[in-house]
Nanobody
Framework: QVQLVESGGGLVQPGGSLRLSCAASGTFSSIYSMSWYRQAPGKQRKLVAQVTSGSSTNYADSVKGRFTISRDNAKNTVYLQMNSLKPEDTAVYYC??????????????WGQGTQVTVSS
């Protein structure tokens, strides 16, 4: 079983920056990929960025050039550096991981979410 704990959310002005962190803990052998999703008010939850264990990355078009996802495999932690934030980035951001454990195989996990609000 994997627990995902997010941190780093908050209130920032347009053009500002935030860095989100997600630390994974629990019983697992490996984490294949870690991702950030977000859900804005009244909208569907969507993928923001993803990084694999091999450091391959994928970004939503809306955040390309502004957000950077990175992963520290030794710490089982994924980060999302968010720059040039816009009001439309306001959402609850969720950490997501695909992990493997000998006792359960491959499973998907979600964090509790952290609020990011971009407003003047």
């Amino acid at each position: 079983q994997v627990q995902l704990v997010e941190s780093g959310g908050g209130l920032v002005q347009p053009g500002g920056s935030l860095r989100l962190s997600c630390a994974a803990s629990g019983t697992f052998s490996s984490i294949y990929s870690m991702s950030w999703y977000r859900q804005a008010p009244g909208k569907q939850r969507k993928l923001v960025a993803q990084v694999t264990s091999g450091s391959s990355t994928n970004y939503a078009d809306s955040v390309k050039g502004r957000f950077t996802i990175s992963r520290d495999n030794a710490k089982n932690t994924v980060y999302l550096q968010m720059n040039s934030l816009k009001p439309e980035d306001t959402a609850v951001y969720y950490c997501y991981a695909v992990a493997y454990g000998s006792g359960y195989g491959n499973r998907n996990y979600w964090g509790q979410g952290t609020q990011v609000t971009v407003s003047s």
